[in-house]
């Protein structure tokens, strides 16, 4: 009996250990696409995706449609492992408007993940040799759909943060991964 508990008590804190981080290098990128496609198939579409790091793990929020011409979309959170639906959502357009054409797919048209894993990279990198601080972490990622609907617009928004806390540092990108903005 007594071995059994602490079976019991090991695997807990096996489980409870797993923490799940998605934005500390290009394959923690890579990682958090394929949970996308895991959870949503490769042609769901997007308005909104985020990843926040907290202590516990990264907490990924996303409003998907697998079908825009229904102008219906779900709001979705994956935390510890674990996704669960927080909203439903219903579209107003104005008339001739498509979906569609306020939407994004994870593919290399739009979003590109290999780009941004590669940003996630030269973000930290910046901030270590510019400001001198030597553990920094990603504390938020932000990609969404403009809502004009002119992809020419839109954005990769990164927060960097030293991992002791403190000032945190924002990037604002281009899809093609030129650096618009950082203070």
Request: aromatic content about 12%; hydrophobic content about 35%.
């Amino acid at each position: 009996m007594k071995k059994f508990i602490y079976i019991l008590i090991i695997s807990l804190f096996v489980a409870c250990g797993k923490k799940s981080h998605f934005t500390e290098n290009s394959e923690s990128i890579s990682s958090l696409k394929k949970e996308l496609i895991r959870q949503f198939g490769k042609d769901a579409y997007y308005t909104e995706l985020s990843v926040t790091n907290t202590d516990n793990g990264s907490m990924i929020t996303a409003n998907i449609s697998e079908n825009p011409s229904s102008l219906q979309m779900e709001g979705w959170s994956f935390f510890n492992g674990e996704w669960n639906q927080t909203a439903e959502i219903i579209l107003e357009l104005s008339a001739n408007s498509k979906a569609e054409d306020y939407m994004y797919k994870l593919n290399k048209e739009i979003v590109n993940f290999d780009l941004l894993g590669k940003l996630v990279e030269k973000s930290k990198k910046k901030i270590i040799d510019e400001k001198k601080i030597k553990e920094v972490k990603i504390k938020s990622i932000f990609i969404n759909a403009p809502n004009d609907g002119d992809f020419k617009n839109m954005e990769y928004y990164l927060t960097v943060e030293p991992k002791s806390g403190g000032t945190s540092f924002n990037f604002w990108y281009k899809m093609d991964g030129s650096l618009r903005k950082f203070n």
